[in-house]
């Protein structure tokens, strides 16, 4: 499954194109087993459940790659970040503050994706799997700053 010559994003994308995978990304590259967990939305300003817990992985390895870098380990000042299904352009649009993209490239930034056999989960919506059972990962790859999707739309704040 491995090739040490490939980058993080490209051995990914291999897997990803086979569309028996789905992935997981995560500032932590010690987890051995993931437990369901409550997932939220925020909605009109309020946090809101979103759905029974679960483990959430997507088939893009781009959105993977995305959550396994934008966080607080990475980006200790702070950052807004997301991304969304655009349903009319089939494809994922992300975005993020300067700020966040800015200590990414700054600092040695690096997150893990994890892989998972598509099986174990089923669709939700859009480009999301859910599990509400313990997952155990197959493997897991660790991806940089140079593995992030290249289209990020810069914003001032999130959601605007």
């Known amino acids: 499954m491995e090739n040490k010559?490939?980058?993080?994003?490209?051995?990914?994308?291999?897997?990803?194109?086979?569309g028996q995978y789905v992935f997981h990304g995560?500032?932590?590259?010690?987890?051995?087993?993931f437990e369901p967990r409550q997932a939220f939305n925020f909605i009109g300003?309020?946090?809101v459940e979103d759905d029974k817990p679960g483990?959430?992985?997507?088939?893009?390895?781009a959105v993977a790659i995305f959550m396994a870098l934008f966080n607080g380990k990475n980006c200790p000042r702070g950052f807004s970040s997301s991304f969304v299904w655009d349903k009319n352009k089939h494809k994922v649009i992300f975005s993020a503050t300067k700020q966040g993209i800015d200590q990414l490239k700054m600092g040695d930034?690096?997150?893990?994706?994890?892989?998972?056999?598509?099986?174990?989960?089923?669709?939700?919506k859009h480009i999301e799997y859910i599990s509400y059972n313990v997952a155990k990962p197959i493997k897991k790859?660790?991806?940089d700053?140079?593995?992030?999707?290249?289209?990020i739309k810069i914003i001032s704040d999130f959601g605007k």
């Open 5 to 18: 010559n490939k980058k993080g994003r490209d051995l990914l994308l291999e897997l990803e194109r086979t």
């Open 26 to 33: 995560s500032e932590d590259g010690e987890i051995e087993v």
């Open 45 to 47: 300003g309020k946090k």
């Open 109 to 124: 930034a690096s997150g893990y994706v994890y892989i998972f056999d598509k099986g174990l989960f089923q669709w939700r």
């Open 145 to 151: 700053f140079s593995d992030l999707p290249e289209d």
């Open 141 to 143: 790859i660790k991806v």
């Open 55 to 61: 483990v959430h992985a997507t088939p893009v390895v």
